[in-house]
């Protein structure tokens, strides 16, 4: 049991090997095709045999007998290794001989080196022209569209000065000389001649026998006064080539779907920026050799050091791009650049601190209300009582204790029961004004109506000879007397509460003058005999 589970756990890891393997190592090459010549990877449209190749001019021969084995590009005149290919920048890095001439006829060497790059073309700006030597020139002749006489397009003089003057690490005239190539060089020869001056120095010529000419990539060779005594025609150093595809524009290329070379997905086309052809490319966070089919496969970017999800971040890969974030806990884009990760504070503890903080100032809030409300209350009772003893309401109470049983008694208020009654004394409920104070009309919460008058601040002086009328006052019942119901001593001045008599008054119909035609003069002397009669009734009362 144990046995057969650890079998499958390594088939496990033998099958999860092999795609990741299979995965990290996009097809360079056409199938079957061999993808490396030493330490040299050869992409498509690169290849070692015609069939692997894009056409004769991108034929590699792999020598496997040198050690490493070194791969040669096919030339006419030269064999000339190839360092590097990019697929990238469309460029490769081969490596040239150097020319020599030498004055000592033992030494021997070539002083000219012809070089045919068919397609390819030394990039412009990229490569030197170097010249060692004492009173030593180095010539190239383009012979790009040449006839008739040829002359150098470049040329570098090295003169002679005693190596102790020379600047030791400068390259600058004195025993070497260098010049930059602008030039796109495809085919051409470079020459090598010293002794330009024809001095005869015998001394001088057995210390620099030879003068050397040689092209070299810019930064890949730094001057040393010593390699003029040890540079040989076994010396060979880089240049860098442009290459591209095709003959045409990307534009024109794509029409032809068969003969098109952007084969992979994921792969655009790029006009070559000098001469005709185009590049392919994989698409921006793919990698591979676009040349082929599937060869642009997705960087997983988290498994490279290049990416920039900041440490404890989680990084995530997805086709052409990458992701970072935070882990469970923590809040930001998880970038180096960007907010990177922090702890988060979780919202049910935001929403429990807002919800304490707010409940806490509701109920401050509250709380201070209420004590106000309370206190205000509080003084408005106290008031209240000040204003009911301030008008007589205890001996009014005392009076109505001692009169109760034998008649109907004054009734006393309080301020709520007339407030509502009138509506809080609203103005429509206003009756009359005049010199004594304001009558409301007032509908109390048994329905009855009655007249509700509020008198001018009296002398508090009277309080007991007031309290005194309104026992007497609220006692008489007489049929032509308007009865006193009862009052509230709660207000400044005292409420009082009387029956309601509809109709208007005396003086309304008696001087109204549509009213008054229609008062005959029986009527007149009736009310003039009854009003009489009521103050009668009022002064034997009070007597
Ligand atoms: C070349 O000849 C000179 C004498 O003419 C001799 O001193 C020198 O060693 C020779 N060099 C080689 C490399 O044979
Ligand atoms: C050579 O001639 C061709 C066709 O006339 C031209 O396109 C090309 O630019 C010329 N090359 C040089 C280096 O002058
Ligand atoms: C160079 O000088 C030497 C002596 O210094 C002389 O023998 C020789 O003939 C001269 N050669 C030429 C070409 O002048
Ligand atoms: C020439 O010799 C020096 C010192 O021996 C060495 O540093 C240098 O690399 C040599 N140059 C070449 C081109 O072989
Ligand atoms: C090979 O193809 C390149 C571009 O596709 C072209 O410039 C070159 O001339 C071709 N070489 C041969 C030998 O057909
Ligand atoms: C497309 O390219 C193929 C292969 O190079 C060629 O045989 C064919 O004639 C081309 N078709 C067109 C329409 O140019
Ligand atoms: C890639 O291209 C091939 C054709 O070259 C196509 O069959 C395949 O579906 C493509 N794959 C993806 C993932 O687009
Ligand atoms: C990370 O950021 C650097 C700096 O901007 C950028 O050059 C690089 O391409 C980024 N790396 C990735 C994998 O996106
Ligand atoms: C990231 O930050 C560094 C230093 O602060 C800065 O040099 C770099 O340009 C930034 N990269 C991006 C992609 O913003």
């Known amino acids: 049991m144990g046995v057969q589970y650890s079998k499958l756990l390594l088939q496990l890891l033998l099958v999860a090997f092999f795609i990741a393997a299979t995965k990290t190592e996009p097809p360079l090459s056409k199938p079957n095709c061999q993808q490396k010549c030493g330490n040299v990877i050869i992409p ?86 170097i010249v060692f030597g004492a009173d030593a020139a180095g010539m190239v002749y383009n012979l790009e569209n040449a006839s008739g006489i040829l002359y150098p397009t470049i040329a570098c003089m090295s003169v002679y000065a005693p190596a102790a003057s020379a600047p030791d690490k400068s390259c600058s005239g004195t025993l070497c000389c260098e010049t930059p190539i602008q030039q796109r060089l495809s085919e051409f020869f470079y020459e090598s001649s010293t002794n330009i001056f024809r001095r005869n120095n015998t001394k001088r010529l057995e210390s620099y026998p030879c003068g050397y000419t040689f092209l070299v990539k810019d930064g890949a060779y730094k001057f040393h006064i010593t390699d003029i005594f040890n540079l040989s025609t076994n010396n060979k150093f880089p240049v860098v080539a442009d290459w591209a595809v095709g003959t045409h524009t990307c534009q024109d290329a794509m029409k032809n779907a068969s003969s098109y070379l952007c084969k992979s997905n994921y792969s655009e086309c790029r006009d070559a920026e000098v001469g005709p052809g185009y590049h392919c490319k994989c698409y921006s966070g793919y990698r591979g050799n676009p040349y082929v089919s599937n060869g642009c496969q997705d960087v997983d970017e988290c498994n490279e050091k290049t990416h920039n999800c900041t440490e404890g971040s989680i990084c995530s890969n997805s086709p052409g791009i990458y992701s970072c974030s935070c882990p469970k806990g923590y809040e930001g884009d998880g970038k180096n650049n960007g907010t990177g990760c922090r702890p988060k504070v979780s919202s049910s503890r935001i929403i429990i601190i807002a919800l304490t903080v707010s409940v806490s100032i509701l109920t401050l809030l509250g709380g201070t209300f209420y004590m106000y409300w309370t206190s205000k209350k509080r003084n408005l009772i106290r008031l209240r009582e000040q204003y009911f003893q301030q008008n007589g309401g205890l001996l009014l109470q005392q009076q109505v204790v001692r009169y109760s049983g034998s008649t109907e008694m004054t009734k006393i208020f309080t301020v709520e029961e007339l407030s509502q009654a009138t509506n809080n004394f609203d103005e429509s409920m206003v009756l009359g004004q005049g010199g004594q104070g304001t009558v409301y009309k007032g509908i109390l919460s048994d329905n009855r109506i009655v007249a509700i008058k509020m008198s001018r601040i009296g002398n508090p002086n009277q309080v007991e000879h007031f309290i005194n009328e309104m026992i007497l006052l609220s006692q008489i019942n007489h049929r032509n007397v308007v009865k006193l119901l009862g009052c509230c001593l709660e207000t400044e001045v005292p409420l009082l509460v009387y029956e309601f008599v509809p109709n208007g008054t005396v003086y309304e119909h008696l001087h109204n003058q549509g009213q008054s035609l229609r008062l005959t003069w029986k009527t007149r002397l009736q009310i003039a005999t009854e009003t009489a009669r009521a103050l009668a009734y009022l002064h034997s009362a009070t007597t």
């Open 44 to 129: 498509f449209p690169f290849g070692m045999t015609e069939a692997c190749s894009l056409n004769t001019s991108f034929l590699i021969t792999c020598h496997r007998n040198l050690s490493p084995p070194t791969p040669f590009l096919q030339n006419d005149y030269h064999q000339i290794s190839v360092l590097d290919i990019s697929l990238e920048y469309g460029q490769l890095s081969i490596s040239l001989p150097v020319a020599r001439n030498c004055l000592i006829n033992n030494l021997t060497g070539e002083s000219f080196i012809a070089m045919n790059l068919g397609p390819f073309h030394l990039s412009s700006n990229q490569n030197k022209l």
